[in-house]
């Protein structure tokens, strides 16, 4: 994930963010992965593999597996989308790196922007750090209003927070609420449905820790 510019919350200078140091103590990373062309699958577990296998990114928790529907962009298939949480005391440009590592590795073309792709890794949130370096702004500038991002961290630790932004519970359900108030069985139902309505669908299989 490059520095994209948007909205976001107060900034305040980290060298974790940036530069050669790393942090005095090991923090938790959340990393979203996608991917919409070739074996979904096999690219997102490939994904897990490349970055929690050699030393550097701990493995800690991956969620289950979503198919959404694309966000921007040219006319392109649905992705597969999952949220792997790491512990590391890498800096986190050098996060960032194995990042960019792991989608060169499922022959990841950057062409047209918002295009289809094998794999997508960003870097959502890197501890509690707040930063608009221009080469990794964190936290990603517009996790707070993905579903796609949202739904799997929440699936994988449910009390997480986004740092500026508040829990993303509740950035979710402000995501998923419907237009009108609803009542009884169909209020019960909400989350999932509303989760469904704006293409978030959880599929069949799970991702597995690195061997």
């Known amino acids: 994930m490059t520095g994209a510019a948007g909205s976001g919350p107060a900034v305040a200078p980290d060298e974790r963010a940036g530069g050669a140091a790393g942090p005095a103590r090991p923090v938790r990373?959340?990393?979203a992965l996608g991917s919409n062309l070739g074996d979904r699958m096999a690219n997102l577990q490939g994904a897990v593999d490349a970055l929690t296998g050699p030393p550097g990114l701990g493995f800690l928790a991956v969620s289950?597996?979503?198919?959404?529907?694309?966000?921007?962009?040219?006319?392109?298939?649905?992705?597969?989308?999952?949220?792997?949480?790491?512990s590391t005391a890498l800096p986190a440009r050098l996060v960032l790196d194995r990042a960019h590592a792991a989608e060169a590795a499922r022959r990841r073309v950057r062409g047209v922007p918002w295009g289809p792709r094998t794999l997508d890794v960003d870097v959502i949130a890197y501890d509690d750090v707040v930063s608009d370096d221009p080469v990794l702004t964190l936290p990603h500038p517009r996790a707070h209003e993905r579903a796609f991002v949202l739904v799997p961290w929440h699936d994988v630790d449910p009390g997480?927070?986004?740092?500026?932004?508040?829990p993303v519970a509740g950035l979710l359900a402000a995501s998923l609420a419907p237009p009108g108030p609803m009542t009884g069985a169909a209020a019960a139902a909400t989350p999932s449905v509303a989760a469904a309505a704006v293409g978030v669908r959880r599929v069949p299989g799970l991702l597995r820790p690195p061997s």
């Open 29 to 31: 990373v959340v990393l």
């Open 64 to 86: 289950a597996v979503y198919e959404t529907t694309p966000v921007g962009g040219p006319s392109q298939p649905d992705f597969l989308n999952a949220v792997l949480l790491v």
């Open 160 to 166: 997480a927070r986004i740092p500026g932004r508040g």
